[in-house]
């Protein structure tokens, strides 16, 4: 009976951090040399000796010989495979893909190590045991052959990062497990904050001289220890007219409850906006979080569209905070980053132009229809106390799940209690052959000012792509409410207006996105797009409706845009009324990347305002911006012009602009960016996301190294990766291209799984040095044997092994030293000194005497 093997088991890493790779010296280059000496050789027959068991074979590396002397290739055979049988914890991967981390047994199998698979992890990994024929017994411990299992199936272990990569056809994989990644690798990041600041400052000159100047500072605070996370939003503001003031828009404590994949937020917060109209309030809530199922499907943010006549700032407010803020040139503009604080509740934009007219437009914003997979709960509920601009702020219960039923129906229930108020939802949703649709209704008692009212209301949502025609329609609603019927925001503004001026209730809203292509995929004749949003009250005389249409194509290099809109309310008297129709084309001056572009817009208003602006935008730099333009307005204000510059660097965007009229000149500035602060320094950044990382690089000081996106890496050997993925494999990689011939790493890519709001942080280790090739002598003038291995004497570092001419190709970190050789029957010392590095020389040639 042989003896059993001893089990080796490496150090093991948890936490799920940085999936650090640790290299270890492999045979590639062995493997080579005895291809071609066994192509030479061939006819040989003591090539391959038979050993004591007769289904072995080994190869006899008697024949080969260095320069006569025969070879010593027993440091580099001495394993016989890539590892030793024994258990090792290793990272799996599947299709590419980083799935868990676990421990595997490697067995002796026919004179082969191999990794034993059963039933039980190829389950866990993805695997769909019911598509195999016959089927696989989950409880079966036996070892799996896996290539004749499946056809096209592969196994491949990397011994130096000690990792399984398993190669699965699609046919065999489950697929609830696309894009499952195992908790386990969940990383919480390291302890660290971050600010992100968003400056602008503005001066203004106006015709009665009386002179104006302005300030805003947005910030978004975060401060991340283990798994809990501090955030907060504040702004400053301030003027000429002494007016400073100091706003903090919410602060949040938050964290993952990993057992029922959901989190969990204190502080000032909204609720879940899935059934009922979202609240802002202080207190607790815990909802699940779709990010941490497989295959999720992210939430809903609107696209905000208007036009600008000049150089303008665009503010996005909601339930009077403000949400982003930013500048624009002239002509129409998109803004598709914009997330809402809590859903339901209408965006108010505010267009400010550069003499410092305002425009207020609103756009109405709702969730999509109820929809959830077969089997997925979806879950919200919350306490605290109302957060709002009133008198009164009663206390809050409020609570929703919705539940997938089967493949094509979802149901849902939800309950809000207060005091003298009390609201109950039941919906349904179901995919029909026309569409998503969802029907919802809510009932609700309020009891305010000694008078208590009931009533419901109906909502109605529908969503479809046609893909046919490529129509979308993004969301289509209508909601109808009774007189009774109160949210939980009218019932508070109820209490707190005794007999005064109630706001309007709704009676019923239709809100409507669509979009068409023209012309097929290719959009041959462009495309159209429509929004439309209308709203009846009961308590107010009138409606508001407001609608927006446009066309969109291109005729060679000219590309130009019409679009229509229309805000009108009859519950004033027409007051703020407007019609606007605008005109946009543009032209590239020229075929190259960077190349300007030439644009002219025209607009015509409904109260006799026509303005002409024409401009040219393009790039200094890779990175710098600019844009001159000057037009014409109707109405007093005659010729206007301005120029503005931006600039993005690594550390943040910058930006300048001016304008000047007939009746006034302005000038303005804003810079943003962000300061991230952790264990190892204070690196400044471009704007982070919630959820980001930190590139540590090891022992490569002095050396260009630049993230994939070209952020350089600072002094302190960080460089901030601005974006991260939360709950899913994101790849981190320097660019290597500026390292030189004197650098290597020990990794080029690290694969992260950060939590939601975590700051995680990989580690590549590298090694500075020169490189060298050696010809290694011994005393009578013959080289080395060939396999000999080359060392550090000092650190005993393997550097290389000596060819069959006795060369060895190394990477050494001291100026002078020396080297150790060694091979079966002896060793020699060989010292060595480089001469002075020359200029485009990626490594020396030396010829070194080994006693």
């Known amino acids: 009976m042989s003896k059993r093997p001893t089990t080796k088991r490496f150090p093991r890493k948890t936490g799920g951090k940085a999936l650090a790779a640790r290299p270890i010296a492999t045979p590639m280059y062995l493997a080579l040399c005895l ?40 440091a580099v055979l001495s394993s016989g495979n890539s590892v030793p049988p024994g258990t090792y914890r290793v990272e799996v991967q599947v299709n590419g893909d980083l799935v868990g981390r676990r421990d595997i047994d490697f067995h002796q199998d026919g004179g082969k190590v191999r990794p034993c698979l059963t039933a039980r992890m190829l389950h866990d990994v993805g695997v769909n045991l019911g598509a195999i024929t016959p089927p696989l017994d989950v409880q079966s411990q036996a070892c799996i052959d896996l290539p004749r299992l499946m056809d096209q199936a592969a196994v491949d272990f990397d011994s130096g990062r000690l990792r399984l990569n398993l190669s699965i056809p699609q046919a065999f994989l489950s697929r609830a497990a696309r894009g499952y990644v195992d908790p386990a690798l969940w990383d919480e990041g390291v302890t660290a904050g971050y600010v992100n600041y968003q400056f602008s400052g503005t001066y203004g000159h106006g015709r009665i001289g009386k002179d104006s100047s302005s300030y805003y500072l947005g910030l978004q605070n975060g401060v991340n220890i283990g798994r809990w996370r501090l955030r907060n939003e504040s702004t400053l503001s301030g003027s000429n007219d002494g007016q400073t003031r100091f706003q903090s828009n919410r602060t949040l404590v938050q964290r993952d409850l990993d057992a029922i994949k959901g989190q969990l937020t204190l502080g000032e917060q909204y609720s879940d906006s899935t059934l009922f109209d979202s609240v802002r309030f202080r207190g607790v809530q815990v909802s699940s979080d779709d990010a941490m199922l497989p295959d999720s499907e992210r ?179 209508y909601r109808y409410s009774t007189s009774g019927y109160r949210t939980f925001n009218d019932h508070v503004n109820d209490v707190n207006n005794a007999g005064g001026i109630q706001s309007g209730r709704s009676r019923s809203r239709i809100d409507l996105t669509t979009s068409q292509d023209l012309g097929g995929p290719e959009r041959k004749y462009g495309s159209v797009y429509l929004n439309v949003s209308q709203q009846t009250y009961w308590n107010q005389p009138g409606s508001s409706r407001s609608v927006s249409v446009g066309y969109g194509n291109t005729w060679k290099q000219l590309s130009y845009n019409l679009s229509l809109s229309q805000t009108k309310d009859t519950r004033f008297g027409g007051y703020g009324n407007n019609t606007q129709v605008m005109l946009t084309m543009s032209v590239p001056l020229g075929g190259k990347l960077y ?20 401009g040219l935008n393009g790039f200094v730099t890779d990175k710098t911006s600019y844009a001159v333009q000057a037009g014409y307005t109707n109405g007093g204000r005659g010729a206007t012009g301005g120029a503005s510059i931006t600039h993005d660097a690594d550390a943040g965007q910058l930006s300048a602009n001016v304008n000047v009229a007939q009746d006034y000149q302005s000038a303005s500035m804003s810079a943003m960016g962000a300061v991230v602060v952790h264990g190892g320094g204070v690196n400044l950044s471009r704007t982070v996301g919630d959820t980001f990382a930190l590139m540590k690089m090891e022992g490569i000081k002095g050396t260009d190294v630049r993230t994939e996106g070209g952020i350089p890496v600072s002094r302190n050997g960080y460089a901030v990766v601005t974006f991260a993925q939360p709950y899913r494999l994101n790849a981190l990689r320097p660019d290597t291209h500026n390292l030189g011939a004197d650098v290597e790493l020990e990794d080029t890519v690290k694969q992260v799984v950060p939590r939601r709001g975590a700051i995680v942080q990989a580690t590549f280790r590298g090694v500075s040095g020169r490189r060298a090739q050696f010809a290694l002598q011994l005393a009578d003038g013959k080289p080395v044997p060939f396999g000999a291995n080359v060392e550090d004497a000092q650190t005993g570092k393997q550097l290389g092994i000596a060819d069959p001419a006795g060369k060895a190709f190394v990477l050494l970190q001291e100026e002078k030293g020396t080297l150790t050789v060694k091979w079966k029957d002896g060793q020699c010392q060989a010292p060595y000194a480089l001469s002075e590095a020359q200029a485009g020389q990626n490594y020396q040639r030396q010829t070194l005497h080994c006693r």
Do not use: C
Request: charged content about 15%.
């Open 299 to 477: 939430g809903y943010a609107p696209v905000v569209r208007g036009q600008a006549a000049t150089n303008a700032v665009v503010e996005v407010r909601q339930s009077g905070y403000v949400l982003y803020r930013a500048n624009v040139p002239p002509g129409p503009f998109q803004l598709t980053d914009i997330f809402p604080s809590g859903s339901n509740g209408d965006l108010e934009i505010t267009v400010i132009e550069a003499d410092g007219t305002k425009r207020v437009t609103h756009q109405a914003f709702s969730s999509l229809p109820l929809m959830l997979r077969k089997g997925r709960l979806k879950y919200s509920f919350a306490a605290g106390r109302y957060d709002g601009e009133q008198d009164t702020s009663p206390n809050l219960v409020s609570g929703s799940l919705v539940y997938g039923l089967t493949d094509n129906s979802t149901v849902a229930g939800g309950l809000q209690v207060a005091r003298d108020f009390q609201a109950v939802n039941v919906g349904v949703g179901t995919n029909t052959p026309i569409g998503a649709l969802s029907l919802d209704i809510t009932q609700s008692s309020s009891r305010a000012q000694g008078k208590r009212d009931t009533g419901q209301s109906v909502r109605i949502l529908y969503a479809k792509t046609f893909t046919r025609t490529n129509t979308n329609f993004t969301l289509a609603a």
């Open 35 to 74: 291809a071609l000496f066994n192509s030479a050789h061939a006819a040989e027959g003591d090539m391959l000796v038979a050993q004591a068991d007769p289904t072995l074979l080994a190869f006899n590396t008697n024949f080969l010989h260095g320069e006569g002397r025969p070879a010593d290739l027993s």
């Open 595 to 614: 190349s300007p572009r030439a644009y002219t817009n025209v607009s015509h208003d409904s109260n006799g305002s026509t303005n002409i602006q024409s």
